[in-house]
């Protein structure tokens, strides 16, 4: 497995200036030794210029929660643009997030777009995707994922997958404490795999994968021991140090 792995913290709508200085400071403290993975911080808009300067120097990366998916700046309101976070530092963005989709009504197309809009201004697209439960319960979980994955790919073509990474965030994980067992987990990335190789193969093994849903210090290790999970996107444990730092530890480990 030639897949560096990757831990993405989601801090969804959670932040203040005191807050984030103190978490990213303790991130940065306690994670400097972790050189073989990437880590990624995505907070708030607002505090993306000041935690993007507060990683400087450090291999840690900033990512966004969104962008719009019109590819100029304009009448907008209300929006950020891609360029203008690629301006404060971001790397990444994440796109379709579940709580976007349900929230906020963004369809896949939409989704297809903000993946599609962030590339052109050299943002990495994280991009979500994931069952209901009543979805799981009722079988649908691979159309589901065929579905969603289907509209960025038959749009955007597998290329793109060179510079984008798959987040798989079943919806009845999220925020539930209700974690995907690590069976279920690899079996759906390896599915979700499989979706990609059937367009590339070279490209869907070097894809990164990642699950999302209720990862915590102490069930990290046997999720990303699986072999098609290449890391976490981390919500709640992402706004405490000691969490998210002992995710970083189990991702790293993984990689040796
Ligand atoms: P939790 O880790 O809080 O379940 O959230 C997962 C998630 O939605 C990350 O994007």
Redesign the pocket.
């Known amino acids: 497995m030639n897949r560096r792995a990757m831990v993405a913290g ?1 801090w ?1 709508m959670n932040g203040a200036r005191d807050f984030n200085t103190s978490l990213v400071h303790d991130i940065l403290f306690d994670a400097r030794g972790f050189t073989d993975i990437d880590i990624v911080i995505c907070p708030p808009a607002p505090y993306l210029d000041s935690v993007g300067r507060q990683l400087e120097g450090s291999s840690l990366q900033l990512g966004a929660q969104n962008l719009c998916e019109q590819e100029k700046q304009g009448a907008f309101t209300g929006e950020i643009d891609g360029s203008m976070l690629r301006d404060v530092g971001c790397a990444y963005s ?1 796109v379709g ?3 976007r989709r349900a929230l906020y009504g963004e369809t896949d197309v939409r989704v297809m777009e903000k993946f599609r809009t962030g590339q052109v201004h050299g943002l990495t697209p994280i991009l ?1 995707i994931g069952e209901t439960l009543d979805e799981r319960e009722s079988g649908q979980t691979e159309a589901v994922l065929a579905r969603q994955l289907g509209a960025v790919l038959d749009a955007c073509g597998i290329a793109a997958f060179k510079q984008a990474v798959i ?1 798989y ?1 079943p919806v009845w ?4 404490g209700r974690t995907a067992t690590p069976d279920q987990a690899q079996q759906t990335h390896a599915f979700i795999r499989a979706q990609l190789a059937a367009a590339d193969a070279k490209i869907a093994g070097s894809t990164r994968i990642l699950y ?4 915590k210090a102490d069930n990290a290790e046997a999720l990303f021991k699986c072999p098609d999970v290449d890391g976490g ?6 706004l405490k140090a000691g969490e998210f730092v002992a995710i970083c530890a189990a991702a790293q480990a993984r990689n040796k």
């Open positions: 989601n969804k994440i997030h579940s709580e979500c987040a965030e994980a999220i925020g539930t999302g849903g209720s990862v996107l981390i919500g709640g444990a992402a």
